[in-house]
C-alpha cells in the first residue's frame, strides 16, 4: 500500500474522512488516467495547445498524491506552454505516464476499485 503514491495529504484535505477520501481516489481514477492518455497523444501530434492543457490539469492531483514527477509533468507543460519546438520532453513524458499507471493500479488494487 502506498509505494506509488501518498495519502497524507489527502487525509488531510479530507480531514480523515475515510469515505471522502475514497471519492478523491475514485476522482484521481475517472480523471488522471484519461488526462495522461490526452497529454501522450498532445504530445505525440506536436499539439502544444492540448499538451499544456491536460499537463496543467493533471498537476494539482499529480501533486496532491505525491507521485514523485511534477517536475517532469511541469517540464511537459512548458513544453506546451512554450511551445519548445526541437525540444525532446518524451523521457518527462514516459515518466509521468508510467508513474500515473503505477498509482492507479495500486489505487485500484488498495480501494478495491
Given at each position: ?9 489527502v ?12 471519492s ?16 501522450q ?16 490539469k493533471?498537476?494539482p ?9 511534477l517536475?517532469d ?7 506546451g ?28 488494487a488498495?480501494f478495491?476499485?
Open positions: 500500500m502506498e509505494q506509488h503514491y501518498k495519502l497524507f495529504r487525509r488531510e484535505l479530507a480531514d480523515n474522512d475515510e469515505d471522502f477520501v475514497k478523491i481516489v475514485e476522482a484521481f481514477l475517472e480523471e488522471v488516467p484519461v488526462d495522461a492518455e490526452r497529454l497523444k498532445a504530445v505525440a501530434e506536436t499539439d502544444y495547445y492540448n499538451a499544456y492543457q491536460a499537463a496543467h493533471m498537476k492531483t499529480v501533486d496532491l498524491f505525491e507521485l514523485g514527477v517536475d509533468l511541469i517540464v511537459v507543460q512548458d513544453w506552454k512554450f511551445e519548445k519546438v526541437g525540444e525532446d520532453c518524451s523521457h518527462e513524458l514516459e515518466l509521468v505516464l508510467k508513474a500515473v499507471e503505477n498509482a492507479s493500479e495500486e489505487l485500484k488498495d478495491s476499485l
